[in-house]
C-alpha cells in the first residue's frame, strides 16, 4: 500500500557517498466476520484489495469472502501447523518491501486463532504490525449479554477432556470478573453441566449462539436452568457459540443470629463493650469483629 512502507535510511562511508532507502512492508493484521457478511469493514476490504498477498488460516475459506467482494489478491496459508516454518516465507516479502494481511477463517486473527507467531517474528524484525479491527465473538456476546462488562477475562476454549475442563473451572471459581469462553457445539452440554457443579446452579449465565447469523440466539439465565434449556432442545447444540458468566460475588458478611445476639446482651450488661464481644466470641464462635461492631449498635441503641 502506498507510504505505508517503513523507511531505512543508510549512509555508506564510500568515497562517492552513497544512500540507499529500504522500505519495509506492512503486516495488516485483519479481521472478518463471522457470519454475517455485511460485517466487513470499508478499511478491511480496501486493505484485502491493496496488499501483495494474503496469509490465509483456511485459503479455499478465505477464497470464498474474497470472491463475494470481488477481491483478487492471492492468498498463501497460514495455519497452526506451519504458522511457525512458514513465518519465514511472509517475513521474507515483509523485508523485501510487499505488504501482506493476515486473516482467520472468522473474526479477529490470534483470538483462538493463528497469528501470534507471525506477529511476533513480524515485530521482532521491526515490521510494523497494523490492526484492522472488525468482528470478534467474544466481543459481540459480551456486548450483548447483559453482564458486567468494565471487567472480564477471556478463557479461550477449555480442555476437551473432563479432568482438564474442571480443573480449569475449579481454578476459576471464585473468579469475580465476567468469565467467557469459547466452546464447541458437540461439548456445550457437558461443559454447562461441569459449570454448574463447579459454580453452582446459580450462578447467572448467557449463551450467545450463532452470532450475527440468521438462528441468533442470546440466553441468558441461571447456569442450571440454561443446562436443562440446551438438554430439552437440541438446535441449541448446533452452530458456534460462546458462554459467558457473571463472576464470583463473595457472601454477604454473616450476620449474628438471635442466640448469640442474647449471649451478647447478658455479657454486655456486666461488662464493657470490648471485654463483652470478646467473650461472647469465645461463647458462640462468631468472630470478635462481628460481635463487637453488633455490641456497638446495641450499646447505641
Ligand atoms: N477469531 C474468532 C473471533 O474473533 O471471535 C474466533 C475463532 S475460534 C477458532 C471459533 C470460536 O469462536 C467458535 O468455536 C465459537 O466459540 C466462537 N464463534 C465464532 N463465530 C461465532 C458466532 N457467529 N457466534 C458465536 N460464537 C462464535
Sequence with gaps: MAGAGIG????LSDPGIKEWFVSLGTLYVVATPIGNLDDISVRAQRTLREVALIAAEDTRHSLRLLQHFGIETP???CHEHNEREQGGRFLARLLAGDDVALVSDAGTPLISDPGYHLVRQARAAGIAVV???GPCALIAGLSAAGLPSDRFIFEGFLPAKTVGRRSRLEALREEPRTLIFYEAPHRLLE?????AEVFGEERQAVLARELTKTFETIKGIPLGELRDWVAADSNQQRGECVLLLAGWEAPEAEGVDSESLRVLDLLLAELPVKRAAALAAEITGLRKNLLYQAALERKAE
Design 8 to 11: 531505512i535510511q543508510c549512509v
Design 191 to 195: 461443559c454447562l453441566q461441569d459449570m
Design 75 to 77: 492468498l498463501a496459508a
Design 131 to 133: 490492526p484492522v479491527p
